[in-house]
């Protein structure tokens, strides 16, 4: 079985700082693809960005990165450069051969101006 | 909008009818798949479909709820005598079904209220 962990319910960040959303992730199998989305107050799930288990480099996507930790089975979701639309929730999530994803609860991120 | 598309966007109803969703997905991709998700919680999985094949069904997927994708395009979810616990947020996503970098793409649900 897989499970995904997010242990924080609520995070806040000043516009224009970088902030880091946790997420631990719990698999015995030996291929995954871990993702993120955000989802805003209007409800639709916005991809962010993919990390495949053999990837060598951490995936980046603009001011997303993920900074992917195999060992400790952490990829950790950073936001540089903070903008007031980026207060979303934010979901972690994982999944293997293109079946369905697993997510976390989420973590709700404010953007302080 | 060459996005996922679900209608209707709000459904409203009584316990004990049935009600029915669409989702239309993004053209070319072969893999969709239906997810549930209520107040302050992530998506969780209910069922998923490779062309025309239903592949998987979660445990939460009660005999009450019916999946079908019968020419390999749009999909449809019937739930059945509605019940107060069915109240959510019906979520609808599609793929390429690539094994690596296979990122689904959501549309944007449809929320169940059942009175």
């Known amino acids: 079985a897989q499970k995904i962990t997010q242990t924080q319910p609520g995070m806040f960040v000043q516009e224009k700082e970088a902030v880091t959303l946790d997420c631990t992730y719990d698999t015995s199998d030996p291929s995954y693809g871990l993702f993120w989305y955000k989802q805003p107050s209007s409800g639709e799930m916005i991809f962010l960005i993919y990390q495949g288990s053999y990837d060598q480099q951490n995936a980046t996507e603009g001011r997303y990165s993920l900074n992917f930790q195999k060992a400790r089975k952490s990829a950790n979701l950073v936001i540089s450069a903070s903008q007031l639309g980026d207060s979303a929730m934010y979901f972690c999530?994982?999944?293997?051969?293109?079946?369905?994803?697993?997510f976390g609860s989420g973590t709700q991120l404010t953007v302080l101006p | 909008d060459t996005g996922v598309s679900q209608d209707p966007r709000h459904k409203i109803t009584k316990r004990g009818q049935n009600v029915t969703f669409r989702c239309d997905p993004i053209s070319e991709h072969n893999r969709l798949y239906w997810y549930r998700q209520t107040l302050g919680q992530g998506p969780e999985f209910l069922t998923y479909f490779q062309n025309e094949a239903q592949l998987e069904k979660s445990r939460l997927l009660s005999d009450r709820f019916s999946a079908e994708r019968p020419k390999g395009s749009f999909s449809t979810l019937e739930i059945q005598r509605t019940e107060q616990g069915d109240s959510a947020m019906y979520l609808c996503?599609?793929?390429?079904?690539?094994?690596?970098?296979?990122?689904?793409?959501f549309g944007p649900g449809t929320r169940l209220t059942v009175l």
């Open positions: 996503a599609s793929s390429t079904g690539l094994a690596e970098h296979n990122e689904q793409f």
């Open positions: 999530a994982m999944s293997r051969s293109a079946r369905q994803l697993t």
